[in-house]
């Protein structure tokens, strides 16, 4: 079983090798924020559960399920943010809450998710009424603000 960050390191694995060739300890721990040790120790987990190839000072190699579940989970990342955009959100919030939605919904609201974002990359005047609708509503923004505000008090 895969914990949330397993899926993180396999997905930028995946995502390095997809757009450099190869993924390298300290690419990985660079773009994860984390000490190259704690990438080491992933992934002699993510070897142990052939995910990944991994020799120390050799390299790193995806295997064919290591492969899968990064594109599956980069799949993931992208119709999150995709979904979210469609939503109007801000970018630097989109990038903030995909990595706190990605790992916590269940694979049936995924999927349901996947064919929203579809149906609206098939029918964009759908979104363009959607987009509408939601800018003639009131700003829910400062409901929920003024919501979380009060309950702190």
Do not use: C, W
């Not at 993924?23 to 002699?44: E, G, N």
């Not at 119709?79 to 979210?84: A, I, P, S, T």
């Amino acid at each position: 079983m895969l914990t949330p960050s397993m899926e993180d390191y396999l997905e930028k694995i995946y995502e390095l090798m997809k757009d450099k060739g190869y993924a390298r300890v300290s690419d990985i721990a660079s773009s994860l924020a984390v000490q190259p040790s704690s990438v080491t120790k992933m992934l002699q987990k993510l070897d142990e559960q052939e995910y990944v190839t991994y020799e120390k000072y050799r390299g790193i190699v995806l295997t064919n399920s290591g492969e899968k579940m990064g594109r599956a989970m980069k799949e993931r990342h992208s119709m999150l943010e995709d979904l979210l955009r469609m939503l109007g959100i801000k970018e630097e919030t989109i990038r903030v809450d995909v990595e706190g939605i990605e790992h916590h919904v269940s694979p049936q609201t995924l999927a349901q998710l996947y064919h929203l974002v579809e149906f609206f990359q098939s029918y964009p005047d759908y979104l363009q009424a959607f987009a509408k609708y939601r800018q003639s509503q009131s700003p829910i923004s400062a409901v929920l603000e003024f919501e979380a505000h009060s309950e702190v008090e």
